[in-house]
């Protein structure tokens, strides 16, 4: 029993626990032994049963669906201390993955009820267990969610390069290098050339979600007022063909800033294409820089339809695409916006409707000013 006491001492849900604390729960524990290659849990299945190792490695895999195709990602790997199957603690009870074993395991397994029950009548044992559960979940989301998304990197990295090469094609053709082509011809393959332009456009965010970090980006020194004239210049046209007015008020001797130009460039054109979709014929779109006092801040505001407020907590989340499903999209402009803001170390909100008006959107993102600061950082 003492050398069960040490494991859970050291063990990441009930670490911290003392030592009577630790004696209660003694009698629901006992020790299993598992062959390599055996599947403890399964993903999905009631949890009845919690598990630390005390020697020995299980991969902890979750099924990612991709179309029809499903296959089995390892997202963790758990060694001595690390505990499975804490879903038996919170509702609804359900297995969150399956538990291969990579080599031969022991662990100490206790009956979820009973654990249950005892950090109940407990509310000391049940606090510190259940605060380390708590960073046992963080942690595991964490892993799944960096583990699917290079999944979907390495995936559609393979998509992205026939759908480049079938883009030029259509290009090459519809420009007559191929031969004589009738209207109906071109209009076909303008359609397909569309279809494809979109999902290239679509492949790219995709990686993009997974693939946006500090490390990543091309840093260098650069003026923020250049990038937003220049997203303001490649949205004119989109903005005049919608007979909308699209402004942009830039400070003068706005300082430069470390940055990586392209990505930010990405990052003010998307919330201009954003406010211009939204905004109908006549409306307006501006575009607002400043000097602070720690960092610059570039405001864009629209009269548009504005965002409902039960959206705006959810509108910068993977995939999220507001209650109008009609709307074309896979919801991760604003996703991967806000996590190249944050890669520079600044922020970005929304507010709906503008402050001072009861309709449009004012999206508002700050870069830190501090060169020698966020150089150090990035």
Not at 131 to 141: D, G, H, M, Q, T
Not at 203 to 213: A, F, G, H, L, Q
Not at 264 to 284: D, E, R
């Amino acid at each position: 029993m003492d050398f069960i006491e040490g494991i859970l001492r050291m063990s990441d849900l009930f670490g911290g626990l003392s030592d009577g604390e630790l004696k209660k729960l003694l009698p629901l524990c006992r020790e299993e032994v598992y062959k390599a290659g055996t599947i403890i849990f399964s993903e999905g299945a009631p949890c009845h049963t919690m598990y630390i190792v005390e020697s020995g490695k299980v991969a902890l895999e979750r099924n990612l669906h991709v179309g029809q195709a499903e296959e089995s990602t390892t997202i963790d790997v758990i060694t001595r201390g690390g505990s499975l199957c804490c879903s038996g603690l919170i509702d609804p009870y359900v297995l969150t993955a399956t538990g291969r074993v990579l080599e031969a395991t022991e662990v100490i397994a206790a009956d979820n009820l009973q654990l249950k029950s005892l950090l109940e009548e407990n509310s000391e044992i049940g606090r510190k267990t259940m605060n380390n559960l708590a960073k046992i979940v963080a942690s595991r989301f964490q892993h799944t969610r960096e583990t699917l998304g290079h999944v979907l990197s390495v995936v559609f990295h393979d998509f992205k390069a026939p759908l480049a090469a079938l883009e030029c094609q259509n290009r090459v053709i519809l420009g007559g290098y191929a031969g004589e082509l009738n209207e109906e011809q071109k209009s076909m393959l303008r359609s397909s050339s569309k279809r494809v332009s979109d999902l290239l456009s679509l492949v790219t965010n995709i990686m993009d979600v997974s693939r946006v970090d500090v490390k990543d980006l091309a840093i260098s020194k650069i003026s923020l007022a250049q990038v937003i004239m220049d997203s303001v210049e490649a949205m004119q046209p989109l903005a005049e063909e919608k007979g909308l007015q699209l402004k942009a008020e830039v400070a003068e001797e706005l300082p430069p800033v470390y940055g990586a130009q392209e990505r930010l460039k990405q990052v003010v054109i998307n919330l201009l294409s954003n406010a211009i979709k939204f905004t109908p014929t006549g409306g307006m779109v501006a575009v607002k820089a400043e000097d602070g006092t720690d960092d610059i801040q570039v405001e864009i505001m629209d009269t548009g339809v504005g965002i409902p407020a039960e959206e705006l907590p959810k509108i910068f989340d993977d995939y999220y695409r507001g209650l109008d499903l009609t709307e074309k999209g896979a919801g991760l402009g604003l996703s991967i916006a806000k996590r190249i803001i944050e890669a520079h170390q600044g922020k970005v909100w929304v507010a709906s409707p503008c402050p001072g008006s009861n309709k449009g959107s004012q999206f508002i993102f700050t870069l830190p000013k501090d060169l020698k600061v966020v150089k150090k950082e990035l």
